[in-house]
Nanobody, 126 residues
Framework: QVQLVESGGGLVQAGGSLRLSCAAS????????LGWFRQAPGKERDFVAGVSSSGGSTYYADSVKGRFTISRNNAKNTVYLQMNSLKPEDTAVYYCAARETWTVRIATTDDQYNYWGQGTQVTVSS
């Protein structure tokens, strides 16, 4: 079992920045690939960004490429999502997810992840 706890969400104006954190506990953190997903009201949960277990491979949704950066610190059992140039359409609940794998290929669908955090709200005002 892996427990994930997100933090760092909040209200920000368009063009601003936020950094989300996801702290993990339980099994060996470095065995897990991690992803960030988001869900806006009335919409499905969508992939945002992912990082491999080693941190050497990352992948982004086209909608956030060039604005968001995912990173991980295996010594601190934490994954981050740095979000810059935020837009109102980035407003959503953001979820951290984990899957136990050593593959460098990043999974982009939520059914491939086994563990989820409770989510953190990000609201971008125009």
């Amino acid at each position: 079992q892996v427990q994930l706890v997100e933090s760092g969400g909040g209200l920000v104006q368009a063009g601003g920045s936020l950094r989300l954190s996801c702290a993990a506990s339980g099994r060996t953190f470095s065995n897990y690939a991690l992803g960030w997903f988001r869900q806006a009201p009335g919409k499905e949960r969508d992939f945002v960004a992912g990082v491999s277990s080693s941190g050497g491979s990352t992948y982004y949704a086209d909608s956030v490429k060039g604005r968001f950066t995912i990173s991980r610190n295996n010594a601190k059992n934490t994954v981050y999502l740095q979000m810059n140039s935020l837009k109102p359409e980035d407003t959503a609940v953001y979820y951290c997810a984990a899957r136990e794998t050593w593959t460098v290929r990043i999974a982009t669908t939520d059914d491939q992840y086994n563990y989820w955090g409770q989510g953190t709200q990000v609201t971008v005002s125009s």
